[in-house]
């Protein structure tokens, strides 16, 4: 496939009137039905019909309307539309140059004006914002479909992940636009046509469409980002809370293969005190790459030496690729075999290929029955005592074999209409097996390819990205957009997998990627050590430094993760999320700064040899908790942190839940809290949930939910705890502020006390901080 062009509309034929009424409309030259329904919330759902088009969506999108639209779809004369109320149009397709089709190829082209901003589109290494863009959503292997060098500078698109969503953003008014669609889609943004000097306005378009396939198009309308990106979560599907172990650090290289790797990892990670709690196997630890195998010589006792390492706190996850062996005596491949499992080529024969194993044929996860006997294989892989999976090469990677040799369904269906959604199937099947083993733990998988709802059944990490300072930078905007395609748990591999990374290098990702919801040390069986203390004593103690502060406010993180499986909310935010009212100004294409949460901006210096930057402040006052100053916004400043630091800064009428102290290994405590205050005047209140952090007994209550509230009047300070639910219990919470009040009083559980506030110093991301906190007070009802 060619994927640095897309279809143009020049070649495609135009509805110059639609016939019909209501809801319904017919493009009779090309013999096309068109159907419109508001789905209410102002949703709107667009299909084609026609042409033999068929619908393969492998988990079917749906929505539920919680109220009346109060936008409305217009049929225009000549074969348009309008999207709108009697304000403004949000999204208009203009008469005869709309509805088009060329084949079986399809597309819808709108009227693109100048104040529109693009973002979305899933995974793209493409600029933050995509104005004047073509891309393909097709699932590649980047190491494997694009050069050395473009590798290295991240020039590939498309990547792993195919999301084929649009956030148009203009002042005012968001627009979702997501094509529903498996198949290989497209989208254009108006790129100009450089050899083309005397081109027209008409032939420069906004346009979506695919190659084949159901034309099913959603238009998810809205006031803000974050209120159309919610809207996107509740059509395809949220994250579900993961346990809180994926929250935390963990260790992986392409070259741990043994029981004694991962035993000596532990003591390392024991002996630096550093926190950790997944440690990864790769390729090797399998017996000559054979999917759910141990090698026996490295793994002597898989189950009790799975066992030991979890009792030490360290959860075993080890990579899985969907490829079996072919081989005889093998009995995946067996049992594959006779079950009929396997994709077919175009002879009705097992469709195989060349991946790690040698020859090696593919699981047909189209089938249903497929990802059953997929699933019965996770389980028993599951109950040796792995902690969760990471699914690799699931793109699907076939190496040097065609991929249209490869069919689905029985041999029935076409490669195009199941390519994209390989990984999704894999990911259905495989945490149906987690559950299938363990039915009140929830499941962990990380995958590196996926499609539409993929996020329902695993996160992602951004694959064989490069240890370099555009690798670095670039990581920021790419799971940034991520995050607002509905993928929100996902994160780079730090301080990237390929080339060696220096110390410097090391220092500046973690810094940048400590809050990343997805936090993995990576790197290729072919480049230098860098493990933490492999960059000497210096940059041990930066690294060290930020893992502990990532789990310092694991309950932060952990709240944001509840806050997306129960109402969609990103976790990672651009700044025109948070902030879609700016005025003067302009966060449109601001890249290298983002919200973790409501509460926390960061923007880490990610060019070589600084130690400071620019940071565009959003409007308002923020605590600058490199220096433990307040800072007034609304305009640039200059950070400067030291060596040691990284810009971060609390919002102004934020309280932010932290463990307490700063945590030297990887245990958790989510009732011993402290409740840090930011408030320079006025209230502030926030909602925080705890539970086991590991079954789903909190579906059943098992989870306290207290409200926390601060009000500062004068010097006056009173902090109250309400509880809201007490199914886990209480906690105790420490309240720690950064200037002293004239008075403090703290009510909870219809008590009220005056508790004396003592000095408190702890260091955050630059000079310690002064503080001063109150004694542990107890919350919530028993």
């Known amino acids: 496939?060619?994927?640095?062009?897309?279809?143009?509309?020049?070649?495609?034929?135009?509805?110059?009137?639609?016939?019909?009424?209501?809801?319904?409309?017919?493009?009779?030259?090309?013999?096309?039905?068109?159907?419109?329904?508001?789905?209410?919330?102002?949703?709107?759902?667009?299909?084609?019909?026609?042409?033999?088009?068929?619908?393969?969506?492998?988990?079917?999108?749906?929505?539920?309307?919680?109220?009346?639209?109060?936008?409305?779809?217009?049929?225009?004369?000549?074969?348009?539309?309008?999207?709108?109320?009697?304000?403004?149009?949000?999204?208009?397709?203009?008469?005869?140059?709309?509805?088009?089709?060329?084949?079986?190829?399809?597309?819808?082209?709108?009227?693109?004006?100048?104040?529109?901003?693009?973002?979305?589109?899933?995974?793209?290494?493409?600029?933050?914002?995509?104005?004047?863009?073509?891309?393909?959503?097709?699932?590649?292997?980047?190491?494997?479909?694009?050069?050395?060098?473009?590798?290295?500078?991240?020039?590939?698109?498309?990547?792993?992940?195919?999301?084929?969503?649009?956030?148009?953003?203009?002042?005012?008014?968001?627009?979702?636009?997501?094509?529903?669609?498996?198949?290989?889609?497209?989208?254009?943004?108006?790129?100009?046509?450089?050899?083309?000097?005397?081109?027209?306005?008409?032939?420069?378009?906004?346009?979506?469409?695919?190659?084949?396939?159901?034309?099913?198009?959603?238009?998810?309308?809205?006031?803000?980002?974050?209120?159309?990106?919610?809207?996107?979560?509740?059509?395809?599907?949220?994250?579900?809370?993961?346990?809180?172990?994926?929250?935390?650090?963990?260790?992986?290289?392409?070259?741990?293969?043994?029981?004694?790797?991962?035993?000596?990892?532990?003591?390392?990670?024991?002996?630096?005190?550093?926190?950790?709690?997944?440690?990864?196997?790769?390729?090797?630890?399998?017996?000559?790459?054979?999917?759910?195998?141990?090698?026996?010589?490295?793994?002597?006792?898989?189950?009790?030496?799975?066992?030991?390492?979890?009792?030490?706190?360290?959860?075993?996850?080890?990579?899985?690729?969907?490829?079996?062996?072919?081989?005889?005596?093998?009995?995946?491949?067996?049992?594959?075999?006779?079950?009929?499992?396997?994709?077919?080529n175009p002879e009705a024969g097992v469709f195989k290929s060349f991946v790690w194993p040698g020859r090696t044929a593919f699981p047909d996860f189209s089938l249903a029955r497929v990802r059953t006997w997929w699933a019965k294989r996770m389980e028993a892989f599951a109950r040796l005592g792995v902690s969760g999976v990471w699914l690799d090469m699931n793109e699907p990677a076939l190496n040097s074999v065609v991929q249209e040799d490869m069919l689905f369904k029985d041999g029935s269906k076409p490669h195009a209409a199941y390519h994209n959604q390989y990984a999704l199937g894999m990911a259905m099947a495989s945490r149906d097996g987690f559950l299938r083993a363990r039915p009140n733990e929830r499941p962990f998988l990380i995958s590196r390819a996926g499609f539409i709802g993929s996020n329902r059944f695993a996160g992602f990490w951004t694959?064989?990205?490069?240890?370099?300072?555009?690798?670095?930078?670039?990581?920021?905007?790419?799971?940034?957009?991520?995050?607002?395609?509905?993928?929100?748990?996902?994160?780079?591999?730090?301080?990237?997998?390929?080339?060696?990374?220096?110390?410097?290098?090391?220092?500046?990702?973690?810094?940048?990627?400590?809050?990343?919801?997805?936090?993995?040390?990576?790197?290729?069986?072919?480049?230098?050590?860098?493990?933490?203390?492999?960059?000497?004593?210096?940059?041990?103690?930066?690294?060290?430094?930020?893992?502990?502060?990532?789990?310092?406010?694991?309950?932060?993180?952990?709240?944001?993760?509840?806050?997306?499986?129960d109402r969609g909310k990103a976790i990672l935010r651009p700044l025109f999320y948070e902030f879609p009212d700016a005025g003067v100004q302009d966060f449109d294409r601001v890249d290298d700064q983002f919200m973790v949460g409501p509460a926390i901006l960061q923007a880490p210096v990610v060019e070589q040899g600084k130690q400071g930057r620019r940071v565009l402040l959003p409007a308002g006052h923020w605590f600058d908790a490199a220096s433990g100053k307040w800072v007034v916004g609304g305009r640039e400043v200059r950070a400067a942190p030291g060596a040691a630091g990284t810009p971060l800064y609390f919002r102004d009428k934020s309280l932010v839940v932290m463990q307490a102290g700063l945590p030297v290994d990887n245990r958790k405590n989510l009732r011993d809290l402290e409740l840090h205050v930011f408030l320079r005047q006025g209230s502030a209140s926030v909602d925080y949930r705890f539970d086991d952090g590991e079954s789903f007994d909190f579906k059943k209550g098992v989870r306290s939910h207290l409200r926390f509230s601060a009000e500062l009047r004068g010097r006056s300070l009173r902090v109250s705890s309400e509880t809201l639910a007490s199914g886990y219990g209480p906690c105790r919470i420490r309240v720690v502020v950064y200037a002293r009040p004239g008075e403090f009083s703290f009510s909870g559980g219809g008590r009220t006390l005056s508790p004396p506030l003592v000095p408190h110093t702890w260091k955050a991301c630059g000079a310690p901080l002064k503080a001063f906190a109150s004694p542990r007070l107890s919350c919530g009802k028993r």
Request: proline share 7%.
């Open 1 to 344: 496939m060619d994927f640095r062009k897309i279809p143009h509309p020049v070649n495609f034929r135009f509805a110059r009137s639609l016939s019909g009424n209501g809801a319904g409309r017919s493009f009779k030259e090309a013999g096309v039905g068109i159907k419109v329904r508001d789905l209410g919330d102002d949703v709107f759902h667009l299909q084609m019909t026609g042409r033999s088009w068929r619908d393969e969506l492998l988990l079917p999108l749906a929505w539920n309307g919680a109220g009346p639209s109060r936008l409305r779809w217009n049929w225009l004369k000549g074969g348009g539309f309008a999207l709108g109320d009697a304000r403004a149009t949000r999204l208009q397709g203009g008469p005869g140059r709309t509805f088009g089709v060329c084949g079986r190829a399809w597309l819808l082209r709108f009227q693109q004006d100048d104040d529109m901003r693009f973002y979305g589109f899933g995974e793209k290494n493409l600029p933050f914002e995509r104005s004047k863009l073509d891309t393909t959503f097709w699932n590649t292997d980047v190491w494997a479909d694009f050069t050395p060098e473009q590798s290295r500078t991240g020039d590939t698109d498309p990547m792993y992940v195919s999301i084929p969503f649009m956030l148009i953003k203009r002042p005012g008014a968001v627009v979702g636009v997501l094509v529903a669609n498996p198949f290989p889609s497209f989208m254009g943004t108006g790129k100009p046509i450089v050899i083309a000097p005397q081109e027209t306005r008409d032939d420069v378009s906004l346009y979506v469409g695919a190659m084949d396939g159901l034309p099913s198009v959603y238009f998810i309308c809205g006031d803000t980002p974050a209120e159309v990106v919610e809207k996107l979560q509740r059509l395809s599907g949220s994250t579900p809370l993961p346990p809180l172990w994926a929250l935390g650090h963990h260790q992986c290289r392409w070259g741990y293969q043994t029981y004694a790797d991962l035993d000596g990892l532990d003591r390392s990670f024991r002996k630096h005190k550093i926190p950790c709690d997944g440690l990864w196997l790769d390729i090797d630890y399998m017996d000559r790459f054979k999917v759910f195998t141990f090698d026996k010589r490295k793994f002597s006792k898989p189950a009790a030496q799975l066992a030991s390492l979890r009792r030490r706190g360290r959860h075993v996850v080890p990579i899985i690729d969907p490829g079996v062996k072919v081989e005889a005596g093998y009995n995946v491949y067996e049992d594959g075999l006779k079950r009929g499992v396997f994709c077919k």
């Open 463 to 565: 694959g064989d990205n490069c240890s370099n300072w555009m690798h670095l930078r670039k990581s920021v905007g790419l799971t940034l957009n991520l995050a607002i395609s509905g993928a929100p748990f996902n994160g780079p591999d730090v301080p990237g997998f390929s080339h060696d990374a220096t110390a410097e290098l090391a220092e500046a990702w973690y810094k940048a990627g400590f809050l990343f919801p997805f936090l993995r040390n990576h790197s290729s069986c072919d480049t230098r050590a860098q493990e933490p203390w492999a960059f000497g004593p210096k940059t041990l103690a930066v690294v060290r430094h930020y893992i502990r502060l990532r789990y310092k406010l694991l309950p932060y993180l952990y709240n944001l993760f509840i806050d997306h499986a």
